[in-house]
Each structure stands twice: as C-alpha cells, then as structure tokens.
C-alpha cells in the first residue's frame, strides 16, 4: 500500500511485537522503554490504552506485561478470515511430529518474509523466531521467486544489491530448477543471510575496484546456501530448510510451508522430504 505510514501507529505494533516475541514473557515497564527506544511518557500511554482494551495485561506481584486476553478474539478470527493460513499452520504441526524435525510457515508481505508459525525443534542459533522480518531478497524466498511472475522474479533477483551478470544468470537458473523440482532447498544460515545483506549495502560505499571484489564475493553470498543445479552432492550436507510453495485458489504463492532438519542429509532422503512436503503443501487448498 503507498503512502506515507504513521509513526505513533508503529510503535503501537512495536509493542505488541515485542511482546509476542518467545522468551518475552517477563519484560517490565523499564525493559520496553530500553528494547524499543521510547519515552516513558510515550510507554506509559502505550501501555495505559493497551491494557485498558485488554490487549496486554500487568501481572501485579511480578510486573511483568503480557499480552492480554482481548488478542485471543483477534487470533481466533484470523483463523476464520485466514484458512490457508490456518491450515498451513496445521500442516506444519503435523510434518513436525511426522518427522522430528522443526516446521514454518512463510509468508510474504511486500518485499519482506514474515515467518508467522515455527513447530518443533526448539528457536536456537539456526533459526529465526515467528514474527521476525526477512528481506524478500537472495538468498531468501527462493520458493516464491520460482513460481513468482517474470518482472517480480527479476525486482527478486535485483534486490541483491548487486548488478553483476554473473549473479543474475546463476539465480535465474535456481528459480528455473526449482521450479522444476517442485521445492526449494537451501542449507543458507541466518549469518550467511546477514552477510549477504551487509556485503550488498556496503558495495554502494567503496571505491569501484573494491565493488568488483564485493561483487564477486556477493555471487558466492547469494547462491552458497542453494542446492546444486544438478541436484547432486558428493556426500550428505547440511541442510537448513526444504521449502514448498503453498498455492491459493488463483495461483499465487502467498506463503510456504518448510522443514527445517538442520542435520546432514543424503539427496535421495531430500528428495523424498521434498515430495512429502509438495503434497503436504497442496493438500491446505480445500478441494
């Protein structure tokens, strides 16, 4: 949506996402002040109003703020009003117990990747928390660039931060295999994401026989994490997530549904994770 955003609505938000966040069950007055940078002036009315409509609640004894029981309306009607969602969120439990390992769900808003569901396995090292924003951009969100029209996949592939050719044509190739395959897999960490992101800001900033050097090293950033074009590996790797594309009633892809194994897996057991999880995928569409 265009225009301009409101300030005062955005901190609203950064509150009750904050709180959302796991591990933030304990957070007092004084830790939202500091985590989101505000006023106390400005927390306390957030807070006051917040609480008042029952979307946060004050334990007395301990002091600690809490989402409130009026946010159990809202997710209840979000099923209702979102049943791909729901039923992606669903399938992810399920694929978590089946196999063990952990399971998400990922949607996209805008040029950012929401990760609005995380099952099993624990949020360590190797993942992102539910909630959290990732840029829609390599080496992330393969599974969507793939089935993604041509003008979005090439606004994908050039949020790289890089115009060299050679990134370009090697990514049009994954979109392509994958595409192909039917899912998407990568074993690209959250550091590996990181770096990517900071090597392809950084090359705006440095003289131009170091953007060659950024460059190439943004190449091997971008396409590490993804799966060989041939789909062979000499020996079992590290696999972070497989990713199918979670299709609506018109096509799109809105969100996808992934397997986390975070363990060395042979291609033939990837596979036939892969297949399991299309069918997972394509079974949340009702009919």
């Known amino acids: 949506m265009k225009g301009t ?18 591990g933030n069950e304990q957070l007092r007055f004084s830790d939202i002040v500091r985590e989101l940078d505000l006023t106390q002036a400005t927390a306390h009315s957030i807070l006051k109003t917040l609480s008042d409509r029952g979307w946060v609640t004050r334990d007395p004894v301990g002091k600690v703020f809490r989402l409130g029981p009026a946010l159990a309306v809202v997710a209840a009607r979000t099923d209702a009003v979102r049943p791909l969602a729901h039923a992606a969120h669903a399938a992810a439990v399920q694929l978590s117990a089946e196999f063990g390992y952990a399971a998400s769900v990922v949607e996209r808003v805008g040029d950012k990747l929401v990760i609005t569901a995380f099952e099993g396995g624990g949020i360590g090292l190797h993942t992102t928390p539910p909630g959290e924003r990732i840029a829609y951009a390599p080496p992330f969100g393969v599974a969507f660039a793939a089935w993604d029209t041509p003008e979005e996949q090439r606004a994908w592939i050039s949020r790289s931060g890089s115009a060299n050719p050679e990134l370009a044509e090697r990514l049009e190739r994954v979109l392509v295999r994958t595409r ?5 897999v990568d074993w690209t960490t959250p550091a590996l994401g990181q770096m990517t992101q900071l090597v392809g800001t950084l090359r705006d900033d440095v003289p131009t026989h170091v953007r060659a050097m950024l460059d190439q090293l943004l190449v091997e950033c971008a396409t590490i994490g993804l799966l060989p074009e041939n789909d062979s590996a000499p020996r079992p790797q590290p696999i972070a997530s497989i990713c199918a594309p979670v299709f609506d009633d018109r096509g ?8 986390h194994p975070f363990v060395a897996l042979p291609m033939r057991r990837v596979t036939a994770l892969g297949k399991h999880l299309v069918a997972a995928a394509a079974a949340t569409l009702p009919g």
Request: net charge negative; no cysteine; charged share 25%.
């Open 252 to 259: 799109g892809v809105p969100m996808i549904l992934a397997l």
């Open 180 to 184: 192909e395959r039917g899912f998407d």
């Open 5 to 22: 955003t409101s300030a005062p609505t955005e901190r609203v938000l950064d509150v009750v996402e904050l709180l959302a966040k796991p």
